[in-house]
C-alpha cells in the first residue's frame, strides 16, 4: 500500500526558513508527479508546488515563487520543500501528494500523506 509521510513542520519566524520533507514507500515513487499542497483554517486546500518525475521541470503557486523550492530524490523516494522568507500567510497544514498528471486542484492524485502543520509567527 502506498504511503507518503510529510516531517519537517514547526514553528518560525517571520523571514525564516523551513525545510518540509516528504517520504514515499509502497509505490514506484520516481512514476509519479509530486506535490506539495496546503490547508488553512477555514480555507479549502491550495497548490503550492510540484515536480515532475524526472526533477527536471517545477511548478509553483504564484503565492510562493521565488520563495518556496521543491525537489525530489528518486534513488531515496524523498521530496523536499525548501521554505525561505516565510510569511504569516504561509501558516498552514502542509500535504504531499503523489499522482500521475500535474494538476493543481486535489483531483487526480492517488496517494496524500498526513499532513505536518507549519506556524509562522513572531
Known amino acids: 500500500q502506498g504511503q507518503l509521510v510529510e516531517s519537517g513542520g514547526g514553528l518560525v519566524q517571520p523571514g525564516g526558513s523551513l525545510r518540509l520533507s516528504c517520504a514515499a514507500s509502497?509505490?514506484?515513487?520516481?512514476?509519479?508527479?509530486i506535490s506539495w499542497f496546503r490547508q488553512a483554517p477555514g480555507k479549502e486546500r491550495e497548490f503550492v508546488a510540484a515536480?515532475?518525475?524526472?526533477?527536471?521541470?517545477?511548478y509553483y503557486a504564484d503565492s510562493v515563487k521565488g520563495r518556496f523550492t521543491i525537489s525530489r530524490d528518486n534513488a531515496k523516494a524523498i521530496v523536499d520543500l525548501q521554505m525561505d522568507s516565510v510569511k504569516p500567510e504561509d501558516t498552514a497544514v502542509y500535504y504531499c501528494?503523489?499522482?500521475?498528471?500535474?494538476?493543481?486542484?486535489?483531483?487526480?492524485?492517488?496517494?496524500w500523506g498526513q499532513g505536518t502543520q507549519v506556524t509562522v509567527s513572531s
Open positions: 501528494s503523489a499522482g500521475q498528471a500535474l494538476t493543481t486542484t486535489t483531483r487526480g492524485y492517488d496517494y
Open positions: 515536480v515532475r518525475r524526472t526533477g527536471d521541470a517545477t
Open positions: 509502497g509505490f514506484m515513487f520516481k512514476n509519479y508527479v
